[in-house]
């Protein structure tokens, strides 16, 4: 299975009214953050089903993938690092992550984030120190700042909340939306899965001037009396 076969097989699977939503959905319009950002139109389990059938591609053709312009492409070729991840040595994992890093600026939209940071990023910094995503999380670009709040779901999924509590804690006051609510969603899964006297901890400090998004996803499983508390800023 080529490359030139994947993209045309693509090709045959657009969808051009459902690009049309997504390309609003995505914010793709000028000045927006996924401005310029091209998309075939398809809905993920397609493109699910096309990336096990390409799980061969060597990982030159996978950068020319994550070049595209098209987010399909970037998003299947995530898919299939993601697939060989899961099976590989521990020489081939580093690669997938080095290569990973290494392509921040192709991996620039929310939806390809999420997918892929916990799997990749989280999952091979388990057992191995975590200070690059200390300097993702203090980087001026808000997909770095996503990566590294990401990444630390797989810990959270393993009961580690350190590492969420302190990369939260550099982006308590971010300004972008994006930034806001995957913080929000950390701390809501940190406090869920790990200690909810932890997440507390953090949000006394912190609830009063805190973004109102940002506290609004971590305290969405609280029970009404505790969100009143905690949206009060006095």
Known sequence: MSLNNLKKELEQLANPKQAALLQRFFKTGKGEYA???????LKVPVQRSVA??????????IQKLLNSKIHE????????LMQKFDTAEEDVKKQIFELYLKNTRNINNWDLIDLSAPNIVGNYLLDKNRRILYKLAKSSSIWEKRISMLATFEFI???????ALAIAEILVNDKHDLIQKAVGWMLREAGKRVSQAEE????????????????????????????KFYMKKE
């Open 200 to 227: 507390e901890k953090f949000l006394k400090k912190h609830y009063r001037t805190m973004p109102r998004t940002m506290l609004r996803y971590a305290i969405e499983r609280f029970d009404e009396k505790k969100k």
């Open 73 to 80: 492409h970037r998003l299947i070729a995530l898919l299939i």
């Open 52 to 61: 096990k059938k390409y799980n061969d591609l060597s990982l030159s053709d």
């Open 35 to 41: 401005e310029g950002d091209v998309f075939l139109g």
């Open 157 to 163: 999924a393993n009961k580690e909340s350190k590492d």
